[in-house]
T-cell receptor, first 114, second 114 residues
Framework: NAGVTQTPKFQVLKTGQSMTLQCAQDMNHEYMSWYRQDPGMGLRLIHYSVGAGITDQGEVPNGYNVSRSTTEDFPLRLLSAAPSQTSVYFCASTRGGGSSYEQYFGPGTRLTVT | AQSVSQHNHHVILSEAASLELGCNYS??????LFWYVQYPGQHLQLLLKNFSGDPLVKGIKGFEAEFIKSKFSFNLRKPSVQWSDTAEYFC????????????FGSGTRLQVQP
């Protein structure tokens, strides 16, 4: 049981390039989400998905695209990278609701856009 | 919409000192409350959570949190910190009836000096 995995761990992009950050979970959770972490701002929600084929926007969705074709995978796409997207990106998978609710975070991807 | 404020951005303590990190949230209804910890270079881990509105909840590694509903506060405490507690601490909330993403505070960096 690997939990939540993310690749790559580090990435450097030039402005205007596109790329996909991969996220996978093996816990059969329906709910997955992407956050970005910036100094002094905590984690902010980019996009989330409540199940295969269903995605929605979070607080800071501009410049990012997501899809959810399977329960396991939830990739995040940067369409045209900008320096403002330099950040650490965390994928999370959520178990249950009510008192059994818990979010499991991946190890993160550190992205630098030059 | 929910919001979370963490008052202390950077705290420096000596080993064996007591710790209290403040967290206030803004939301008109019932919320679930969380504290996460991020050790250097690692992903977020759950320290403790409060789903039932208990005034005091205990978590892992000797941490506890006091919930004061009238003050919309959920403060993290530890009687005696260790050098290994050096990390960043995040308070987070979510509404049990809403989407399952978390709203995070900006984080508090704790540095424990030996």
């Amino acid at each position: 049981n690997a939990g939540v995995t993310q690749t790559p761990k580090f990435q450097v992009l030039k402005t205007g390039q596109s790329m996909t950050l991969q996220c996978a979970q093996d816990m059969n959770h329906e709910y997955m989400s992407w956050y970005r972490q910036d100094p002094g701002m905590g984690l902010r929600l980019i996009h989330y998905s409540v199940g295969a084929g269903i995605t929605d926007q979070g607080e800071v969705p501009n410049g990012y695209n997501v899809s959810r074709s399977t329960t396991e995978d939830f990739p995040l796409r940067l369409l045209s990278a900008a320096p403002s997207q330099t950040s650490v990106y965390f994928c999370a998978s959520t178990r249950g609701g009510g008192s059994s609710y818990e979010q499991y975070f991946g190890p993160g991807t550190r992205l630098t856009v030059t | 919409a929910q919001s979370v404020s963490q008052h202390n951005h950077h705290v420096i303590l000596s080993e064996a000192a007591s710790l209290e990190l403040g967290c206030n949230y803004s939301y008109g209804g019932t919320v679930n409350l969380f504290w996460y910890v991020q050790y250097p270079g690692q992903h977020l881990q759950l320290l403790l959570k409060n789903f039932s509105g208990d005034p005091l909840v205990k978590g892992i590694k000797g941490f506890e949190a006091e919930f004061i509903k009238s003050k919309f506060s959920f403060n993290l405490r530890k009687p005696s910190v260790q050098w290994s507690d050096t990390a960043e601490y995040f308070c987070a909330v979510n509404a049990p009836t809403g989407r399952r993403a978390l709203t995070f505070g900006s984080g508090t960096r704790l540095q424990v000096q030996p």
